[in-house]
């Protein structure tokens, strides 16, 4: 029988899911190895063939390692919490619940369709109650710690508690908010519970704190940066503005030097790893207070200066205004009322902007000026102080001082405005004239004349150390991630508010359970759409009303797959200390400074308060390049008036007439050639459509941009799966390219691949598709042929190169053809090693070749024997006059004299000689020889 890959699939398919092939055991003699997948929102608009590249490589590596005899985990789940199910059901009213299980039913049958060995036991879903129990468990463990920066580590409160109680806040060196209290033991056992809880929550790892968000009015809640463009939301394009909101924070600024120095530790691309050491953005600088000049309307103000953080502090004498945020909290007070208008209108352009446009608009230059000072703590100088939205309110102070001469975008702020730029050469000589009022008080840069960087620096730092305006300080560009979101869909923050102040809820009443609804909107006051739900309260007080925030289930959820049904436990501790952590993670470089960064946090976290005993959650991580689409273009003719008509012309005519390019479905395209039946059908304003064709056909034009629907050229990797089969889809993408680089998707290619595992299949049968293998003993070149694609295979696998391997798999099977070669001690070899690629084909011949029941997985990868590579024959090519007419092979051992005797006496050169006998034969060992007749 031909090569029926429907059936054979759906056969494999069905025995791998009823016999749970792939189940893998927490307890065996086996070594083990986690390979795990970045698992994906399930959307309404399923997979295209750009999805399952990672998903393919992780799976072929997955089969290769239960080949070499390792016990391996290779899960799959869902991130099921979401934006876009919610706003499907704000439109259509259905529960975001009941779209996201018909998304997960045709994600599910998509990647069973595709041949991946899940262990499917294992699935998890973030929106599970039975999963979001133990992230609501960890956000407790969270606001139950703090960090102590001596221990270098996370501890129970309950120990700074008894720290207070002891000793007061002295001898306390913790990562903490900035105004935290002085207190004795007995001032602190004064204090009342509430005053006690409000001072606990300046040092718990998750806290509230009032924050600068993006708020989406239309969407109705906060978006994290990645979620914001151009001041609009990436889902729907509605209006973002920056606004200050009471938000749940997480200390990850608490952990940035370990999570620095663990990029040392881990196998990840290095442009990630740097992604990562940049948004960190370890400063090591100076902290310097600027005494605020108290005029009238300053006269009210708690505060005496303003706060800057700076990597180059030996230039403050060339200071000459000061920057703060927009946000920052002093603006309104520091605003004159001859200021007031400006500022406000330019805090409401601000708004519109997010963080991220912020930071990455260099050349705009705008700001505003209070009307206020601030006196160079130095040299006494004025300098005045400006708003403008390159300071970010939660980097560093939110303020900075600005030395034209050494920064661009000072300077270029400083041209705008007509402020005063001091020569960087004179930064270290500039003479201030002293104030006799205030002699003795303020010097001049003397003193650090003629010394280098580090000597100024720590020189200007010891003076301002010694007036009691700065210090030496590292910074982090890192800050506090915001841990919520107004909306539904999402996990429950199992806290209610008693005084105002946030409280626990007791452990045994997790899972804190989404409520129902009437409306998935923000309420008529403006709270989050949980503020809808009727009954639903704490005993002692309201529960907190936002949701967490979308990275909360995806920062732990490789560990629930290491004992994925525990109801005591996130993971027991047996399975965590088995499993460790993930040895193989494949997805996107997308996530580098979300997901990835989070989940790293989180692992650290765990390791502190020991649940878990691995410091990072992935020892290597690839990031698998884009597949981009293939688009296909009609081109419409226009009119003398200038409109669209609907005639089309074929590509290789446009030159010759007035056209305006459209996109059109890649499915009615085959080879560049529109089906022009197809295309009339696609659209009711085509149906009448005409086309001046070129060679009787009409040929698109190409383009390649990202797969998208808007472009019509998603390709459903149903549809190839159906025409070509699962095995053809997995080498095809695997043969594209490098895994981590980004390629154009061509479904032309996909032929090829397809003829080839028809071939393969021909190795087995005879002419008439009978099953024909012998067990005759394999010819050298037979042995060669194998033995050279066992280890290329095993060497690609290794490194991760699986596009060489197809090619390399599709010059064995071209070899053995032409030997003719249908011997088992070949074929059953061949079969192993194609496995990790093309699953279903390789399981019905492994079983085709007689072995017991069961799976070819649970074979043994084939051993590499480097003798059957040594070269010990030479097919010498045989000339006549010149002109070569056959080879003949002879052992590398012979001498001229016995190689010139089996050549004459072969029968085809016997042929060709025709009874002549040779004038002269000329031996060249090891290269050729000829015969002069």
Same mark, same amino acid.
Not at 494 to 502: A, D, E, I, R, T
Not at 715 to 733: C, F, I, S, W
Not at 883 to 897: C, D, G, Q
């Given at each position: 029988?031909?090569?029926?890959?429907?059936? +054979?699939?759906?056969?494999?398919?069905?025995? #791998?899911?009823?016999?749970?092939?792939? /189940? %893998? @055991?927490?307890? $065996?003699?086996?070594?083990?190895?986690?390979?795990?997948?970045?698992?994906?929102?399930?959307?309404?608009?399923?997979?295209?063939?750009?999805?399952?590249?990672?998903?393919?490589?992780?799976?072929?590596?997955a089969?290769?390692?239960?080949?070499?005899?390792?016990?391996?985990?290779?899960?799959?789940?869902?991130?099921?919490?979401?934006?876009?199910?919610?706003?499907?059901?704000?439109?259509?009213?259905?529960?975001?619940?009941?779209?996201?299980?018909?998304?997960?039913?045709?994600?599910?049958?998509?990647?069973?369709?595709?041949?991946?060995?899940f262990?499917?036991?294992?699935?998890?879903?973030?929106?599970?109650?039975?999963?979001?129990?133990?992230?609501?468990? +960890?956000?407790?463990?969270?606001?139950?710690? #703090?960090?102590?920066k001596?221990?270098? /580590? %996370? @501890?129970?409160i $309950?120990?700074?508690?008894?720290?207070?109680?002891?000793?007061?806040?002295?001898?306390?060196?913790?990562?903490?908010?900035?105004?935290?209290?002085?207190?004795?033991?007995?001032?602190?056992?004064?204090?009342?519970?509430?005053?006690?809880?409000?001072?606990?929550?300046?040092?718990?790892?998750?806290?509230?704190?009032?924050?600068?968000?993006?708020?989406?009015?239309?969407?109705?809640?906060?978006?994290?940066?990645?979620?914001v463009?151009?001041?609009?939301?990436?889902?729907?394009?509605?209006?973002?503005?920056?606004?200050?909101?009471?938000?749940?924070?997480?200390?990850?600024?608490?952990?940035?030097?370990?999570?620095?120095?663990?990029?040392?530790?881990?196998?990840?691309?290095?442009?990630?790893?740097?992604?990562?050491?940049?948004?960190?953005?370890?400063?090591?600088?100076?902290?310097?207070?600027?005494?605020?000049?108290?005029?009238?309307?300053?006269?009210?103000?708690?505060?005496?200066?303003?706060?800057?953080?700076?990597?180059?502090?030996?230039?403050?004498?060339?200071?000459?205004?000061?920057?703060?945020?927009?946000?920052?909290?002093?603006?309104?007070?520091?605003?004159?009322p001859?200021?007031?208008?400006?500022?406000?209108?330019?805090?409401?352009?601000?708004?519109?902007?997010?963080?991220l446009?912020?930071?990455?608009?260099?050349?705009?230059?705008?700001?505003a000026?209070?009307?206020?000072?601030?006196?160079?703590?130095?040299?006494?100088?004025?300098?005045?102080?400006?708003?403008?939205?390159?300071?970010?309110?939660?980097?560093?102070?939110?303020?900075?001082?600005?030395?034209?001469?050494?920064?661009?975008?000072?300077?270029?702020?400083?041209?705008?405005?007509?402020?005063?730029?001091?020569?960087?050469?004179?930064?270290?000589?500039?003479?201030?004239?002293?104030?006799?009022?205030?002699?003795?008080?303020?010097?001049?840069?003397?003193?650090?004349?003629g010394?280098?960087?580090?000597?100024?620096?720590?020189?200007?730092?010891?003076?301002?150390?010694?007036?009691?305006?700065?210090?030496?300080?590292?910074?982090?560009?890192m800050?506090?991630?915001?841990?919520?979101?107004?909306?539904?869909?999402?996990?429950?923050?199992?806290?209610?508010?008693?005084?105002?102040?946030?409280?626990l809820?007791?452990?045994?009443?997790?899972?804190?359970?989404?409520?129902?609804?009437?409306?998935?909107?923000?309420?008529?006051?403006?709270?989050?759409?949980?503020?809808?739900a009727?009954?639903?309260?704490?005993?002692?007080?309201?529960?907190?009303?936002?949701?967490?925030?979308?990275?909360?289930?995806?920062?732990?959820?490789?560990?629930?797959?290491?004992?994925?049904?525990?109801?005591?436990?996130?993971?027991?501790?047996?399975?965590?200390?088995?499993?460790?952590?993930?040895?193989?993670?494949?997805?996107?470089?997308?996530?580098?400074?979300?997901?990835?960064?989070?989940?790293?946090?989180?692992?650290?976290?765990?390791?502190?308060?020991?649940?878990?005993?691995?410091?990072?959650?992935?020892?290597?991580?690839?990031?698998?390049?884009?597949?981009?689409?293939?688009?296909?273009?009609?081109?419409?003719?226009?009119?003398?008036?200038?409109?669209?008509?609907?005639?089309?012309?074929s590509?290789?005519l446009?030159?010759?007439?007035?056209?305006?390019?459209?996109?059109?479905?890649?499915?009615?395209?085959?080879?560049?050639?529109?089906?022009?039946?197809?295309?009339?059908?696609?659209?009711?304003?085509?149906?009448?459509?005409?086309?001046?064709?070129?060679?009787?056909?009409?040929?698109?034009?190409?383009?390649?941009e990202?797969?998208?629907?808007?472009?019509?050229?998603?390709?459903?990797?149903?549809?190839?799966a159906?025409?070509?089969?699962?095995?053809?889809?997995?080498?095809?993408e695997?043969?594209?390219?490098?895994?981590?680089?980004?390629?154009?998707?061509?479904?032309?290619?996909?032929?090829?691949?397809?003829?080839?595992?028809?071939?393969?299949?021909?190795?087995?049968?005879?002419?008439?598709?009978?099953?024909?293998?012998?067990?005759?003993?394999?010819?050298?070149?037979?042995?060669?042929?194998?033995?050279?694609i066992?280890?290329?295979?095993?060497?690609?696998?290794e490194?991760?190169?699986?596009?060489?391997?197809?090619?390399?798999?599709?010059?064995?099977?071209?070899?053995?053809?032409?030997?003719?070669?249908?011997?088992?001690?070949?074929?059953?070899?061949?079969?192993?090693?194609?496995?990790?690629?093309?699953?279903?084909?390789s399981?019905?011949?492994?079983?085709?070749?007689?072995?017991?029941?069961?799976?070819?997985?649970?074979?043994a990868?084939?051993?590499f024997?480097?003798?059957?590579?040594?070269?010990?024959?030479f097919?010498?090519?045989?000339?006549?006059?010149?002109?070569?007419?056959?080879?003949?092979?002879?052992?590398?051992?012979?001498?001229?004299?016995?190689?010139?005797?089996?050549?004459?006496?072969?029968?085809?050169?016997?042929?060709?000689?025709?009874?002549?006998?040779?004038?002269?034969?000329?031996?060249?060992?090891g290269?050729?020889?000829?015969?002069?007749?």
């Amino acid at each position: 029988m031909d090569y029926q890959f429907k059936d +054979i699939e759906q056969k494999w398919q069905q025995f #791998w899911a009823d016999n749970k092939t792939f /189940k %893998a @055991e927490n307890t $065996t003699s086996k070594p083990k190895y986690y390979v795990l997948d970045m698992f994906p929102y399930p959307s309404g608009a399923g997979l295209h063939v750009g999805h399952p590249l990672g998903y393919i490589a992780s799976d072929i590596f997955a089969r290769y390692k239960r080949l070499k005899g390792f016990n391996v985990l290779h899960p799959m789940g869902y991130d099921s919490f979401g934006l876009p199910a919610e706003q499907y059901a704000i439109q259509t009213g259905q529960h975001p619940s009941v779209t996201t299980e018909a998304n997960i039913a045709t994600y599910r049958r998509q990647l069973d369709q595709i041949g991946f060995s899940f262990d499917w036991d294992r699935e998890v879903r973030t929106s599970s109650p039975d999963y979001y129990k133990w992230t609501q468990w +960890i956000f407790m463990q969270l606001f139950n710690s #703090w960090y102590n920066k001596d221990a270098d /580590k %996370a @501890e129970s409160i $309950t120990k700074l508690v008894e720290h207070f109680e002891s000793k007061g806040s002295a001898g306390i060196n913790a990562v903490s908010d900035e105004e935290v209290l002085s207190f004795t033991a007995d001032e602190w056992k004064a204090l009342n519970e509430q005053d006690k809880q409000a001072e606990l929550l300046k040092y718990r790892l998750t806290y509230l704190r009032e924050s600068t968000v993006n708020w989406c009015a239309a969407l109705g809640t906060v978006l994290a940066n990645d979620e914001v463009k151009d001041g609009f939301s990436e889902r729907g394009g509605y209006p973002v503005e920056q606004k200050k909101m009471m938000q749940w924070s997480m200390r990850i600024t608490a952990y940035a030097q370990r999570l620095l120095e663990g990029l040392d530790t881990i196998d990840w691309p290095e442009p990630l790893k740097e992604m990562q050491r940049n948004w960190i953005g370890k400063s090591v600088g100076a902290s310097v207070r600027f005494p605020l000049d108290k005029t009238t309307h300053l006269s009210q103000l708690t505060t005496n200066y303003i706060e800057v953080f700076t990597t180059r502090v030996d230039t403050i004498f060339g200071v000459s205004f000061l920057v703060i945020a927009p946000e920052h909290e002093l603006v309104a007070e520091l605003t004159t009322p001859a200021q007031k208008a400006d500022i406000d209108a330019y805090i409401t352009q601000t708004k519109k902007k997010s963080e991220l446009d912020r930071m990455a608009d260099t050349k705009t230059v705008s700001g505003a000026f209070t009307g206020s000072y601030v006196t160079n703590p130095l040299n006494g100088a004025q300098i005045p102080v400006w708003i403008a939205d390159y300071v970010l309110a939660g980097y560093g102070t939110g303020a900075v001082m600005a030395v034209p001469s050494g920064d661009q975008r000072d300077y270029l702020f400083a041209r705008h405005f007509n402020l005063p730029i001091i020569p960087i050469i004179d930064i270290q000589n500039i003479e201030v004239e002293a104030d006799p009022t205030k002699e003795g008080k303020y010097i001049n840069s003397d003193f650090i004349n003629g010394l280098g960087y580090k000597e100024a620096t720590a020189a200007v730092v010891a003076k301002l150390e010694e007036l009691g305006l700065g210090k030496a300080k590292v910074n982090f560009r890192m800050r506090d991630a915001i841990f919520g979101r107004q909306r539904y869909w999402g996990e429950p923050v199992p806290v209610y508010f008693k005084g105002g102040l946030p409280y626990l809820i007791e452990e045994e009443h997790l899972p804190l359970l989404l409520p129902e609804i009437d409306k998935y909107l923000p309420t008529e006051s403006g709270e989050p759409p949980l503020g809808r739900a009727t009954g639903w309260k704490h005993e002692h007080g309201e529960y907190e009303l936002s949701t967490m925030p979308g990275w909360a289930g995806s920062s732990w959820y490789w560990y629930r797959y290491m004992d994925a049904h525990n109801n005591k436990e996130f993971a027991s501790r047996e399975a965590i200390e088995y499993w460790k952590d993930v040895d193989l993670y494949i997805g996107g470089s997308e996530h580098a400074t979300g997901h990835l960064l989070y989940s790293r946090f989180w692992n650290k976290f765990l390791k502190d308060i020991g649940k878990v005993v691995e410091e990072e959650p992935f020892k290597k991580l690839i990031n698998q390049g884009m597949i981009q689409g293939r688009s296909n273009f009609v081109y419409r003719l226009i009119d003398d008036e200038g409109k669209g008509t609907n005639t089309f012309v074929s590509h290789g005519l446009i030159k010759e007439y007035k056209t305006s390019p459209l996109h059109v479905d890649v499915n009615i395209v085959e080879n560049e050639v529109l089906n022009l039946n197809k295309f009339k059908a696609w659209r009711p304003e085509f149906a009448e459509a005409e086309f001046i064709l070129e060679n009787g056909k009409y040929i698109c034009g190409v383009e390649i941009e990202k797969m998208s629907k808007r472009y019509y050229n998603v390709v459903n990797p149903d549809d190839l799966a159906q025409r070509y089969g699962a095995d053809t889809l997995r080498m095809y993408e695997m043969f594209l390219g490098p895994l981590e680089q980004s390629k154009p998707w061509n479904t032309n290619g996909i032929e090829g691949v397809f003829k080839f595992l028809r071939k393969f299949w021909k190795l087995f049968h005879d002419a008439d598709f009978n099953f024909n293998v012998s067990n005759d003993a394999p010819t050298k070149a037979e042995l060669k042929s194998l033995h050279k694609i066992i280890q290329k295979v095993e060497q690609d696998i290794e490194r991760f190169s699986f596009n060489t391997s197809v090619s390399s798999f599709m010059i064995a099977v071209n070899e053995l053809t032409d030997l003719k070669c249908n011997k088992r001690a070949i074929l059953q070899e061949l079969v192993i090693t194609l496995a990790p690629y093309a699953p279903h084909i390789s399981e019905e011949l492994w079983v085709l070749l007689g072995n017991p029941a069961g799976s070819i997985s649970t074979a043994a990868y084939p051993k590499f024997n480097p003798a059957y590579l040594v070269e010990d024959e030479f097919s010498y090519p045989v000339s006549f006059n010149g002109k070569m007419k056959t080879n003949v092979s002879l052992s590398l051992t012979m001498e001229a004299a016995d190689i010139e005797a089996a050549i004459l006496a072969n029968a085809d050169v016997q042929k060709y000689l025709d009874g002549k006998t040779p004038k002269k034969v000329i031996v060249v060992k090891g290269r050729i020889v000829n015969i002069v007749i």
